[in-house]
């Protein structure tokens, strides 16, 4: 563990160094929305390997029936989406922004990404990741480092790939809202109190609702408390929402970085509820 929390700790410090020239509350929002642009792509990645794993064994087993049908059977996305992942299109893959990282409009093909992922998946990611990039006080330069810093994330420490990216997430939200001091509330719960209370409260399965859900901790922690008990995640159907649109966009990614779908809205809860007629078993 303390391994792990070097290695986060450390991709945090060096991601912070460019934290100087843009105002923190605009950096957050750049940082955690490529390491979203990332996952994304790596998510992919990892389900084409195990879908070639797939139809190889079914070409051998059988070669004039499958062998034909193996590069259809990859680009079939619903065999991805059946398995809650997205099919990215190479114009807005990671390996596309990685391979243009050192030009000098590099903001805006990573813009460009984004809307293409908009107009592609418009259910699961419209208005998510921050289109901002190529509007910040950071040249081509800062956003190549930064690019160059999430490719080489490790992998290979005995976690699965979603496990490190949702942990990273949680970890730069906990640094970023230290470094924004009393506005860092806004959209951070302190890990420890969110695990305090879903303990409190029990959590086991239904409906969890947040009326000022910011970042998501509260969702974050009752999760794992369910995966602590050995309960499938699935028991658990998750509400919340924010007041601001730009916190609505980091739970979102919060969210499906752990792979979970929630009903998240924007509104504030006092004069806009969103849920008014939603019962849930725990409110947070």
């Known amino acids: 563990m303390e391994k792990d929390l070097l290695f986060e700790d450390k991709l945090w410090k060096a991601a912070d160094k460019l934290r100087k020239k843009v105002?923190?509350?605009?950096?957050?929002?750049?940082?955690?929305g490529l390491l979203f642009l990332r996952y994304l792509s790596y998510r992919y990645e990892e389900a084409k390997k195990e879908l070639e794993k797939?139809?190889?064994?079914?070409?051998?087993?059988?070669?004039?029936?499958y062998g034909p049908l193996m590069e259809s059977y990859l680009e079939d996305a619903d065999h991805y989406l059946s398995r809650g992942v997205l099919p990215i299109p190479y114009e807005a893959s990671w390996e596309y922004?990685?391979?243009?990282?050192?030009?000098?409009?590099?903001?805006?093909?990573?813009?460009?990404?984004?809307?293409?992922?908009?107009n592609t998946y418009p259910k699961q990611l419209k208005d998510v990741i921050p289109?901002?990039?190529?509007?910040?006080?950071?040249?081509?330069h800062d956003l190549a480092y930064l690019i160059n810093l999430f490719t080489n994330i490790d992998f290979g420490r005995g976690h699965n790939g979603k496990d490190i990216f949702g942990r990273v997430y949680e970890y730069f939200l906990?640094?970023?809202?230290?470094?924004?001091?009393?506005?860092?509330?806004?959209?951070?719960?302190?890990?420890?109190?969110?695990?305090?209370?879903?303990?409190?409260?029990?959590?086991?399965?239904?409906?969890?609702?947040?009326?000022?859900?910011?970042?998501?901790?509260?969702?974050i922690s009752a999760l794992e408390r369910l995966e602590k008990l050995g309960l499938e995640r699935e028991r658990l159907s998750i509400y919340g929402q924010d007041s601001k649109d730009v916190v609505w966009k980091l739970c979102k990614m919060n969210l499906?970085?752990?792979?979970?779908?929630g009903d998240?809205?924007?509104?504030?809860?006092?004069?806009?509820?969103?849920?008014?007629?939603l019962r849930a078993e725990y409110v947070v």
């Open 264 to 277: 998240i809205r924007v509104g504030d809860s006092y004069h806009d509820d969103k849920f008014f007629d």
């Open 174 to 219: 906990g640094k970023f809202a230290e470094a924004e001091g009393r506005k860092g509330g806004e959209f951070y719960t302190p890990r420890c109190l969110t695990k305090l209370i879903v303990e409190i409260l029990d959590v086991r399965e239904g409906r969890i609702f947040d009326p000022a859900c910011g970042s998501g901790g509260f969702f």
């Open 54 to 65: 797939e139809i190889s064994l079914k070409v051998k087993e059988d070669p004039d029936t």
């Open 97 to 118: 922004i990685k391979k243009h990282a050192n030009q000098p409009n590099i903001g805006e093909i990573i813009d460009q990404a984004i809307e293409i992922l908009e």
């Open 23 to 32: 105002e923190v509350h605009e950096y957050k929002y750049i940082v955690l």
């Open 256 to 261: 499906a970085i752990r792979g979970v779908e």
């Open 131 to 140: 289109k901002k990039f190529s509007q910040i006080n950071l040249d081509s």
